[in-house]
């Protein structure tokens, strides 16, 4: 099971660099075990999260853990529902100019409904992701998700096939956004 914060690691990398990346992951990695330690000794065997709060702090403990869980689940969902609206937006941009050679202005900041912006991809994407989640029979999805192990595969060679083109093309060329006037 992946947590949300695997989609800010391209951007730590980015940012920090191939070694103190690296680093930052191991330490990452450190924390996260000892902290895995620490819950399994003070749970005990078979036990569940929201009965330990319960047996060490009682009714308060036990709604203080569901309301956190909660919170880490609706922070999840949004960050990712900002995350594929921005991407969606990205790509309809480069859609918009290779397929039909349309220049769309980008606007990265505000809202803005005088002309084709990032807000119209958010709402067009909640509707979308709405008539999907008010279906009933949710089998296709659960089919669909049984693959993901595929795409992910399919991603990381990917991702290193354009790694190994770029170290043989070092001629990169930025053009950056169009300006904003």
């Known amino acids: 099971m992946l947590g949300s914060g695997i989609v800010t690691l391209p951007w730590t ?86 397929i039909f050679k349309a220049d769309l202005p980008v606007v990265s900041d505000g809202v803005d409904f005088s002309h084709f912006s990032l807000t119209y991809v958010a709402i067009g994407l909640y509707f979308v992701m709405l008539a999907v989640c008010l279906r009933r029979d949710l089998s296709i999805f659960i089919r669909i998700s049984s693959y993901g192990a595929i795409y992910i595969i399919i991603i990381t060679l990917g991702i290193i096939a354009v790694g190994f083109y770029s170290l043989s093309n070092t001629t990169y060329q930025y053009t950056g956004f169009p300006s904003q006037t």
């Not at 660099?17 to 330690?37: A, D």
């Not at 047996?55 to 036990?62: K, L, T």
């Open 13 to 98: 990398f980015y940012h920090s660099g191939f070694i103190l990346g690296t680093l930052i992951s191991f330490i990452s990695f450190i924390v996260s075990m000892r902290t895995c330690i620490l819950v399994m000794r003070t749970t005990g065997p078979g036990e569940d999260f929201y009965d330990t709060m319960y047996r060490y702090w009682g009714q308060p403990g036990y709604m203080i853990s569901i309301m956190s869980i909660l919170a880490i689940m609706i922070a999840a969902c949004t960050s990712y529902y900002i995350i594929m609206a921005q991407m969606l937006y990205s790509n309809v941009l480069a859609l918009g100019k290779w």
